[in-house]
């Protein structure tokens, strides 16, 4: 009566530890293919930040430019030349 039982036991034993080991296979699947989604995110998130910066860039030079035609336009303009000096006619004689 012993044998049998013990070989039962042990066919329970080895059942478990092979389900416990294809759900781990699984399990290494899952993570491998939550690790590549995590990257490609990532890969997404780096490409945004990359554009913003760009913009970033992009928008201080406009404001650079702005400004600096602002303050060209607020400078009083120096006249080239002077104005001529009128002279009074003489009186005819």
Known sequence: MRKPFAFAVMLAAALGLAACDKANEDKAQDAAQQTENAQQKMDEAQDKVNEA???????????????QKAAEEAAPAAPATPAPETTPAEPAK
């Open 53 to 67: 910066a760009k913009e970033n860039a992009e928008a201080a030079k406009d404001s650079a430019e702005a400004q």
